[in-house]
């Protein structure tokens, strides 16, 4: 699939972006967004980003977005369970 729409140049010269570098992160944030409202997968997420799945998570490492986002509780919860293992 393919989908285009018009951007007007003072976008881009306001982002100091190429178009291509704005296609780029259009997707990234886009694929992120999906990815943190859990209707993508990390794998999936990464595909719609056109990246690997280790570079989408470089990515996010850069952008200082959380790879796992738990709250306390279900940490807790992880834990508890990892310590249950033999």
Same mark, same amino acid.
């Given at each position: 699939? +393919?989908?285009? &729409? #018009?951007? +007007?140049?003072?976008? $881009?010269? !306001? $982002? /100091? =972006?190429?178009?291509?570098e @704005? #296609?780029q992160? $259009? /997707? &990234? ?6 990815? /943190?409202?859990? %209707? ?11 990246? #690997? %799945?280790?570079? @989408?998570?470089? /990515?996010m %490492?850069?952008? +200082? =977005?959380?790879? &796992?986002?738990? +709250?306390?509780? =279900?940490?807790? =919860?992880? @834990?508890a369970? !990892?310590? %249950? $293992?033999?």
């Amino acid at each position: 699939m +393919n989908v285009s &729409f #018009t951007i +007007n140049d003072d976008i $881009l010269l !306001a $982002l /100091r =972006e190429s178009a291509q570098e @704005f #296609t780029q992160d $259009l /997707r &990234f944030l886009s694929a992120l967004m999906w990815y /943190r409202k859990g %209707k993508l997968s990390l794998g999936k997420a990464a595909e719609l980003a056109g990246y #690997t %799945k280790l570079d @989408f998570i470089e /990515r996010m %490492k850069l952008e +200082n =977005e959380p790879i &796992f986002d738990y +709250n306390e509780d =279900e940490m807790a =919860e992880v @834990f508890a369970d !990892a310590a %249950k $293992l033999p």
